[in-house]
């Protein structure tokens, strides 16, 4: 069974290297390639410069995306301003879907709170993806998971909806670390009462999960892996 993507609205939150953004690309892909209506990826990292959506606006766009940043967004300037054409993307109608892609941790999150007015009138049609990568910093342990959800929820003034496990060592990345990450997002999910219902993984993994996580399952290819990755293989 295929995973279905019919919200109008996907918002990705979590940790700092959680994998925010290659997930938040691949998905704008995906819905882009299953629909007919205009689709917009927005990039609300007001903190990191880099490894970033709107590293791949050009190619985005040349796939009929529409990507909306910041706008001192890939530049050396460090300024939490966003731009009021952000808020076009809540207008009724205008887009089929919008995936938001949310800077990491609280501070990050703070972005998003600040459209908590814009939201409110579309929560219904919206879902909030909280990724997960237990090889991240403060990202280990059920307590830790735990303990940053409901901080960032706090400050994006929205709680999320879902867990995606999303653990990866890059091109490092064995069968067993995903089977592990489920294992403690399963245990995280009956604390917080949020369902696991994302896998991400590559493509060679897809179809040695067991049936309960292929189901879940979200093939990927990352567009942002470092230059000193790009070429292994391996």
């Known amino acids: 069974m295929m995973l279905s993507f019919p919200s109008q609205y996907y918002v990705i939150?979590?940790?700092?290297?959680?994998g925010k953004t290659e997930l938040s690309l691949a998905l704008s892909r995906r819905l882009r390639r299953e629909t007919d209506g205009p689709v917009a990826l927005v990039d609300l990292d007001i903190v990191n410069p880099y490894f970033r959506s709107a590293e791949r606006a050009e190619l985005l766009t040349t796939e009929g995306i529409e990507v909306k940043m910041p706008s001192f967004a890939l530049t050396t300037v460090d300024?939490?301003?966003?731009p009021a054409e952000i808020q076009s993307?809540?207008?009724p109608g205008r887009y089929a879907h919008v995936v938001i892609d949310v800077g990491g941790d609280e501070v990050g999150a703070t972005a998003l709170g600040r459209y908590y007015p814009n939201i409110q009138p579309v929560r219904e049609q919206m879902k909030v993806l909280y990724v997960v990568n237990p090889f991240r910093p403060l990202s280990g342990t059920v307590e830790e998971?735990?303990?940053?959800?409901?901080l960032i929820s706090?400050?994006?003034?929205?709680?999320?909806d879902a867990l995606v496990n999303n653990a990866n060592l890059q091109r490092q990345t064995a069968l067993q670390d995903l089977l592990d990450a489920q294992a403690l997002l399963e245990k995280v999910s009956e604390r917080l009462n949020v369902p696991v219902e994302m896998v991400?993984?590559?493509?060679?993994?897809?179809?040695?999960?067991?049936?309960?996580?292929?189901?879940?399952?979200?093939?990927?290819?990352?567009l942002?892996?470092?230059?000193w990755l790009e070429d292994d293989q391996a």
């Open 224 to 227: 942002m892996l470092p230059e």
């Open 200 to 222: 991400v993984g590559y493509e060679k993994f897809a179809n040695k999960l067991p049936e309960g996580m292929r189901e879940r399952f979200f093939p990927i290819e990352p």
């Open 154 to 160: 706090s400050r994006a003034r929205i709680r999320p």
């Open 79 to 82: 300024i939490p301003a966003l």
């Open 89 to 91: 993307v809540f207008e």
């Open 145 to 150: 998971i735990c303990s940053l959800f409901e």
């Open 13 to 18: 939150v979590g940790n700092y290297g959680s």
